[in-house]
Structures are given as structure tokens and as C-alpha cells.
């Protein structure tokens, strides 16, 4: 089993420019979660899905951040426009919706300059 | 506000030394996880605990559930470097996976 697949591993991008990261769940899972991981607010959910729909969006922090689960294999989180203070890891879990168990990607770097 | 509450948030002993990470919260949790993360990677679980009260052991980690299902703790024996590194709690509520702060343990050969 692949685990969870974040792509890219590190992004650097100017202020002001659109960003895609891309994640690909474990075979078989039907939740989905995103994180944002700092040193000041450590670990923070960002939306999750249950069978591709998006449950709570809650912890999206505005706008500009959006997130979409088109199949079962494969979710986007996007940032338009970029600022610098989303530069962060940006992590991707999937799981068994109902059990314990999240399984985490290595996540993104992003680099907002 | 953190929903959890986890403490000390660094931590820096010897190896050989024992040591005790709390995770606390106001609220009630259906299950409460420990993780544990590495530099450069995703956290990774350790253990779930469901029941109040409910204590688990893995090799030289022992987990504990407060009987109230609000707190949890993790103790380690005779620390060794290979232990090194942030230890997450994460609570379930209704679905959500919300985590603590994480402590930062260090062990110095």
C-alpha cells in the first residue's frame, strides 16, 4: 500500500499567485482531511469529506482557500491569492469514515514569498 | 483557544530518565488518539483509547484515558533517543479529528 500521496513536497511561490496542492487518499478510504500545521498554531483542520462531500468546512480561514474532492482518489486544496502568511505544511489525512485510524501524507512546504 | 490542552509543550531529559506528557481538555471526546511525528513527515498513530478510564501499554509507553473521557496521558519509561520527537494527542468529535499543540520531546544520549 502507496499510503497517502501529497504532491508536490515543497512549493515556493511569489505573493499573489494561485496554488494547488493535490492529494491522493489511501485506496479504499472515504474520509478525507486537511491540515495546516505551524509552530504557532500547530495542528489545524481545514475542511474534511465523508464520500467525497465536503462535512465542515469550518476551519478554512477565508476565501481564498478553497478544496474539492471530485472522486474517491484524488482532492485538491487550492489558496488564491497566496499570501505570506500561509506558508506552512500542509498535510492530508484519509481514513475509514466511522474508525479511529487517520493515516497522514508527508506533506507540503509551502513558501509563500 | 486550543480545545487541547497539551503540556509541557518541550521537553529535554537524559536518556534512562522516565517522563509524563498530559493532553487536556474541557470537553468530552468519543476517542482520544496519540500520534507521534517525526521532522519531514506526517504523524503517525500510537494508540487509541476509547473507554474511561481505559490504560493501554505499548512496549515502554503507557497511555491513560481520564475516567471522564476530558484528559489523557502519556508516560514513558526509560527514555532513549530513538523517542525523540513531537507527540500529538488528537480527540474525535463527531467525526472531527481536532489536535493538540504537541509536545516537543527531546532525549540526549
Known amino acids: 500500500d502507496a499510503g497517502v500521496i501529497q504532491s508536490p513536497r515543497h512549493e515556493v511561490t511569489e505573493m499573489g499567485q494561485e496554488v494547488t496542492l493535490r492529494c491522493k487518499p489511501i485506496s479504499g478510504h472515504n474520509s478525507l482531511f486537511w491540515y495546516r500545521q505551524t509552530m504557532m498554531r500547530g495542528l489545524e483542520l481545514l475542511i474534511y469529506f465523508n464520500n467525497n462531500v465536503p462535512i465542515d468546512d469550518s476551519g478554512m480561514p477565508e476565501d481564498r482557500f478553497s478544496a474539492k474532492m471530485p472522486n474517491a482518489s484524488f482532492s485538491t486544496l487550492k489558496i488564491q491569492p497566496s499570501e505570506p502568511r500561509d506558508s506552512a505544511v500542509y498535510f492530508c489525512?484519509?481514513?475509514?469514515?466511522?474508525?479511529?485510524?487517520?493515516?497522514f501524507g508527508q506533506g507540503t512546504r509551502l513558501t509563500v514569498v | 483557544t486550543q480545545l487541547l490542552e497539551q503540556s509541557p509543550q518541550f521537553l529535554s531529559i537524559q536518556e534512562g530518565e522516565n517522563l509524563t506528557v498530559y493532553c487536556n481538555s474541557s470537553?468530552?471526546?468519543?476517542?482520544l488518539q496519540w500520534y507521534r511525528q517525526e521532522p519531514g513527515e506526517g504523524p503517525v498513530l500510537l494508540v487509541t483509547?476509547?473507554?474511561?478510564?481505559e490504560v493501554k501499554k505499548l512496549k515502554r509507553l503507557t497511555f491513560q484515558f481520564g475516567d471522564a473521557r476530558k484528559d489523557s496521558s502519556l508516560h514513558i519509561t526509560a527514555a532513549q533517543p530513538g523517542d525523540t520527537g513531537l507527540y500529538l494527542c488528537a480527540g474525535n468529535q463527531g467525526g472531527k479529528l481536532i489536535f493538540g499543540q504537541g509536545t516537543e520531546l527531546s532525549v540526549k544520549p
Open positions: 483509547v476509547v473507554t474511561g478510564g
Open positions: 489525512a484519509s481514513s475509514f469514515m466511522g474508525e479511529f485510524q487517520a493515516f
Open positions: 470537553s468530552v471526546f468519543s476517542s
